[in-house]
T-cell receptor, first 109, second 116 residues
């Protein structure tokens, strides 16, 4: 199964930027990097995905290392509603998402 | 974004009975749907992959005769937990995949199953 490594937990303050790292050293050239987040008692929510170039959307930015062995999800101004478990996932040529333990993000008011 | 619904959101049943959970893609056609299970404080575990009109593909260790999956249309998949036992109590989540090349998936809100 596709393997990613993320810190178990991170903490930040409201209205400050948050950088969530992810290592995926076994990624191949055609694997997309996906980020999902899960709020308590809810299904996961798609955040962003990318292949090689950095990506921006209304929720976040995704910075992908040049060698693609790591990526960083950037929340530009965290709010209390961003407190969730964030999952970094890549697909090894298959459709299925394999969830790791993710990073539990706590936002302090 | 695309919307996926699940019904019911919460169900309590007696041991030995069967429970059916529905997963619907409301505004797009889902050629593939996935079923996950999540125990408290744990990550999501993929149970099976379901393609419309064909048999589901189950992950290793998931009993196909216990967790019956039907994907009869492009907008509906059902998971039936047969002869449920207390250890089947969990949070069941479905997801649906459209036709995007990047394999983006949209998740339902989950169904909390409690077996007494």
């Amino acid at each position: 199964d596709a393997k990613t490594t993320q810190p178990n937990s991170m903490e930040s303050n409201e209205e400050e930027p948050v950088h969530l790292p992810c290592n995926h050293s076994t990624i191949s050239g055609t694997d997309y990097i996906h980020w999902y987040r899960q709020l308590p008692s809810q299904g996961p929510e798609y955040v962003i995905h990318g292949l090689t170039s950095n990506v921006n959307n209304r929720m976040a930015s995704l910075a992908i290392a040049e060698d693609r062995k790591s990526s960083t999800l950037i929340l530009h101004r965290a709010t209390l509603r961003d407190a969730a478990v964030y999952y970094c996932i890549f697909l090894q040529g298959a459709q299925k998402l394999v969830f790791g333990q993710g990073t539990r993000l706590t936002i302090n008011p | 974004g695309a919307v996926v619904s699940q019904h019911p959101s919460r169900v309590i049943c007696k041991s030995g009975t069967s429970v059916k959970i529905e997963c619907r893609s409301l505004d797009f056609q889902a050629t593939t749907m996935f079923w996950y299970r999540q125990f408290p404080k744990q990550s999501l575990m993929l149970m099976a992959t379901s393609n419309e009109g064909s048999k589901a593909t189950y992950e290793q260790g998931v009993e196909k005769d216990k967790f019956l999956i039907n994907h009869a249309s492009l907008t509906l998949s059902t998971l039936t937990v047969t002869s449920a036992h207390p250890e089947d109590s969990s949070f069941y989540i479905c997801s649906a995949q459209g036709t995007s090349f990047s394999y983006e998936q949209y998740f339902g809100p989950g169904t909390r199953l409690t077996v007494t």
